[in-house]
């Protein structure tokens, strides 16, 4: 194969900084590289290999899919389409759906949706109200809704109509809804700011708010949803009911899949409004309909709360044990440990060189986001690994 870095670093545009590990195959939680060391994946894939790698099932479903019928466009129906679509309607607060085939693009028909309906419903508002922190993905306007100015300021001018008030903030919220105001985007939890978890209230708040303003809520599960948090959507643990939901990440177990959904009043997209040539193809939505079936049918979702609190109690008995590790917070299987100093990093090397993968998702934080079938010896394995890396920082 020669040096993967060398023939990467040869031809591949430079966009973000790689790990010096080539993986080669996968089972279950673990990955190998091509020298053949073991490492336990708590990244899988950015929250998004549900069922961990090479899961049989999953991928009995993908060849059969594929030798059956692979792509046809959207000019056709696709029964494995249909049946992902008719779950996720039943197994949400929302009536209609469509897919993309990414996150990004699954929120940028969100995008339209919310200002088509405020330039019909609310006298031409278009502006979005999003939150500093959040992540909603990296196209122009999808970085334009996005909390992280350093992503847009590159490109030029932004896509207008995105105004920002900080995450968790209810009066910086209503201070911002103007008559321009269309729609509040928020994440329930924001994922790459962080692991943040907004008090309890906040999030029945902004309900409120949004009901009383005559304006729409977009939820963008997409990092928290099917079943990351210990519930098949985050919304469901807030008590709250978007008008806008979006999905993708883990939804077809890896298989690259995005979803908008709304709810009757706000999925005004008309004939000619929006398309995709492969958003939910029949090989992604046949993965997908496996994988959300294995949720609720499988067992899955119960693992991944069971799991969730059992990772939740190990990372706080380091927070008692370690005055480096100073909190510990999130939802289901999407956790973070906060350490008292920005040490995230060295704490993420020392895991990779003790067998596993971590993300430093701050540089006070390391986020744990494990496959949703995570055993219980694993998530023991892992905070082992963790605690010996505090261990080893403390005695420096
Ligand atoms: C990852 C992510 C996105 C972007 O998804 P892509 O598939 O990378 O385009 C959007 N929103 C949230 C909350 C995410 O975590």
Avoid at 155 to 170: L, Q, S, W
Avoid at 208 to 232: K, N
Avoid at 243 to 272: R, W, Y
Wanted: overall charge negative.
């Amino acid at each position: 194969m020669g040096d993967i870095p060398s023939r990467e670093a040869a031809i591949h545009m430079q966009t973000g900084r790689r790990l010096p590990i080539t993986l080669v195959r996968g089972e279950g939680t673990r990955v190998y590289d091509d020298e053949g060391t073991e490492y336990l994946d708590f990244i899988a894939g950015i929250a998004s290999d549900t069922l961990g790698h090479a899961d049989p099932g999953l991928a009995d479903v993908i060849a059969e899919q594929a030798r059956t019928l692979i792509h046809i466009s959207n000019i056709f129906y696709s029964v494995p389409q249909i049946e992902l679509g008719e779950w996720l309607v039943e197994h949400s607060c929302l009536d209609r759906v469509f897919f993309a085939n990414s996150g990004a693009e699954a929120n940028e028909a969100a995008i339209k949706l919310a200002r088509k309906w405020g330039i019909q419903n609310r006298d031409g508002a278009y502006e979005i109200i999003s939150t500093t922190d959040s992540f909603h993905g990296r196209t122009m306007t999808t970085v334009a809704a996005t909390g992280t100015p350093a992503y847009r300021e590159p490109f030029g001018p932004p896509t207008p109509g995105f105004v920002f008030v900080p995450y968790n903030d209810m009066d910086a919220l209503r201070e911002a809804t103007t008559a321009q105001t269309a729609a509040i985007m928020l994440e329930p939890i924001q994922g790459e700011g962080g692991v943040n978890v907004p008090d309890e209230d906040y999030l029945k708040t902004v309900r409120a708010w949004c009901d009383e303003q005559g304006i729409l809520l977009i939820l963008d599960e997409i990092q928290t949803g099917i079943g990351r948090t210990g519930t098949i959507w985050a919304y469901e643990q807030a008590g709250v009911e978007p008008d806008i939901m979006t999905s993708a990440k883990g939804i077809a177990g890896g298989v690259p899949l995005g979803a908008v959904l709304a709810k009757e009043h706000a999925s005004i997209f008309e004939p000619g409004d929006h398309g995709s040539t492969f958003g939910g193809n029949p090989l992604a939505t046949a993965a997908g309909a496996y994988v959300v079936r294995q949720l609720t049918e499988g067992g899955v979702l119960e693992n991944a709360k069971a799991r969730g609190e059992q990772l939740s109690q190990r990372l706080a008995g380091l927070v008692d044990r370690h005055p480096l590790a100073i909190g510990e917070d999130g939802g289901g299987l999407l956790r973070r440990l906060e350490l008292a100093q920005d040490v995230s990093g060295d704490i993420v090397t020392k895991a990779r060189e003790n067998g596993l993968l971590l993300n430093p998702v701050r540089p006070n934080r390391v986020r744990f986001m494990p496959p949703l079938n995570v055993t219980a010896a694993e998530i023991d394995q892992a905070v082992d690994i963790v605690e010996a890396a505090l261990t080893e920082l403390e005695s420096n």
